[in-house]
């Protein structure tokens, strides 16, 4: 087996978004395009030299082959080690723990998350670091200062290995390890909830529907829920990964899991429903006749995560993405513990979790959380979710209505308007922008202004700064609108729209979302000109 170097022209937009890089898949399939890519990762982590890897990815098209090609890259650069999920698959929270259990230098995992996937559809590549999470932004931004000067790459030329099979073999001077997706995640799971209480709940008569939209997570869910915990054979639907994910759109949300929401809002629906996407780090939660969203989720886990073993020593303090809404805010307030408010993008979250000031996290984009590893965790929340029922012995809707009876309910949607033109989505940001510093004092819709600004962070821990991370504009009552573009898109531009409102109680708490937040949809609306810069007036999806 010989080492092969092979010269390239570098590619232009090989910049890492929210999430890693991510493309049409046949950007990826051109000639060079991922390979110039894992070369600029080893380059900004200062080589694969002696180095061990965990790889693999949610099993979408062009998945195997992307594996092969990183297994030959990371053999040719002198890695000692690769950990490789059978199948080439590890869903993204148990790639995070296997570089955590194996405390190895970091993981390559390959996935879009919940865009679609096949040929014609989505593909993506990130680079996870030692503590299991995603590269910060220092190490993101010198991954896209190297692809500007790519002129090389080294890869092995040698057959394929078998990744079908579990067990070692070596590739060049490299060990391949492949290993059981499942089982590690599996057992850690275990250790934080009480597998008893659920049993006993199931075997109760529970009912539950997880719908794995043919995508990472069917094996995890039928090994966890049905294996382990005795849910009825059937609990898990689309069980089974495909690598166009059967058509669907992996992404756990009322629009794409509209079968999931059928079935729990029919008649004889199953107590509790539940969702994740392409890599099974999202979740979306649905009781029998009630949507939770995933803020209000956020902080019902936060105020019950004590029922949990994993948590029964309380939690250090909690975090959101600025976008998610302030209910988790309320609970930490009450529980006497901190509350920190990131950018968009769980690598935001890294530090805190590292630095133990937070244990769990979450965004109003389906993620949740906690130290446990460090990636959002779609199959983790729903178990903590059973954990809660199996002890507080109530419904959802119970649960959900006694949380808003006693912390007030932060009424919250998010609008989607997706595949606009860049160029006008860009100059609609830019107008809006411009406006920002003579906005407070003004009056829109009846309402007036508080403050408006393009968000800012400081890592409370490193003291990195992160600037334009998304405009909010703050109404004296507590109400907020928050607007940014999308950094995982991969066609044109799409315009995230958040809105929150605060109702304290004890009356109007059960209204629907949209009615509830009329008035700051249309204050959007005006102040930020949407029909008139993209031409559209409502967006594709509603969450
Ligand atoms: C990624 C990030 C999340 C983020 C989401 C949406 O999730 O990890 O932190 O909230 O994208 O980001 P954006 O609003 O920029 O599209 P995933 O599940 O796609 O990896």
Request: aromatic share 8%; proline share 5%; net charge negative.
């Amino acid at each position: 087996m010989t080492v092969k170097t092979v010269s390239v022209t570098a590619f232009e937009g090989q910049k890492p978004g929210t999430s890693g890089l991510r493309k049409k898949t046949r950007v990826f399939m051109q000639p060079h395009y991922l390979e110039c890519f894992v070369q600029t990762i080893f380059t900004a982590i200062g080589g694969a030299a002696g180095k061990t890897f965990v790889v693999g990815g949610d099993g979408r098209f062009f998945n195997p082959q992307a594996v092969q090609v990183i297994l030959a890259m990371a053999a040719a650069q002198g890695a000692r080690r690769a950990i490789v999920g059978q199948g080439a698959v590890l869903s993204t929270p148990a790639a995070s723990h296997l570089i955590r259990l194996h405390k190895t230098d970091g993981g390559i995992i390959l996935s879009a998350s919940h865009n679609p996937g096949g040929e014609d559809e989505d593909f993506g590549i990130k680079f996870n670091m030692a503590n299991g999470g995603p590269a910060p932004e220092a190490v993101t931004e010198a991954m896209f200062a190297a692809t500007k000067t790519m002129a090389s790459y080294d890869i092995l030329d040698a057959p394929d290995i078998d990744l079908n099979q579990i067990g070692q073999s070596q590739l060049g001077g490299m060990l391949v390890d492949v290993v059981s997706p499942v089982a590690d995640y599996a057992d850690l799971m275990e250790t934080l909830f009480d597998f008893n209480a659920i049993h006993a709940l199931f075997a109760g008569g529970f009912r539950m529907r997880f719908d794995a939209m043919c995508a990472v997570t069917g094996p995890y869910a039928r090994e966890v829920l049905e294996a382990r915990l005795g849910a009825a054979p059937g609990t898990v639907v689309h069980g089974t990964p495909l690598p166009d994910f059967g058509g669907m759109h992996p992404d756990p949300n009322p629009t794409w899991a509209k079968e999931l929401m059928d079935e729990m809002f029919g008649p004889d629906a199953p107590d509790f429903g539940a969702a994740s996407d392409g890599d099974g780090d999202r979740n979306m939660v649905v009781g029998r006749g009630i949507y939770v969203s995933p803020s209000d989720s956020l902080a019902v886990l936060a105020a019950n995560a004590h029922l949990a073993p994993g948590y029964a020593k309380g939690l250090a303090g909690v975090a959101r993405s600025m976008p998610t809404s302030a209910a988790v805010d309320r609970v930490a307030e009450k529980l006497g513990i901190a509350a920190f408010e990131t950018p968009t993008g769980w690598k935001f979250f890294g530090n805190l979790l590292d630095a133990g000031r937070a244990t769990l996290c979450g965004e109003e984009s389906f993620g949740t959380g906690s130290d446990h590893v460090r990636e959002k965790d779609g199959l983790w929340a729903v178990l903590l979710w059973l954990n809660i029922l199996a002890s507080r012995k109530q419904t959802v809707a119970e649960i959900l209505g006694e949380h808003w009876a006693d912390y007030g309910r932060n009424y919250y949607s998010r609008h989607d308007f997706e595949a606009i033109e860049t160029a006008r989505a860009d100059a609609m940001m830019a107008e809006l922008r411009g406006k920002l510093t003579s906005l407070a004092g003004t009056q829109v819709e009846g309402m007036t202004i508080a403050g408006a600004d393009d968000f800012a962070y400081t890592d409370p821990v490193d003291g990195s700064v992160s600037r334009n991370q998304g405009v909010r504009i703050l109404f004296d009552d507590g109400s907020r609108i928050v607007m940014r573009l999308s950094g995982t898109g991969t066609e044109g531009a799409t315009l995230r729209l958040y809105l929150e409102r605060y109702a304290a109680g004890p009356d109007g708490l059960a209204q629907d979302p949209q009615e509830a937040l009329a008035p700051i949809i249309r204050a959007a609306q005006q102040l930020a000109g949407i029909e008139a810069h993209t031409g559209r007036k409502d967006p594709n999806v509603i969450t």
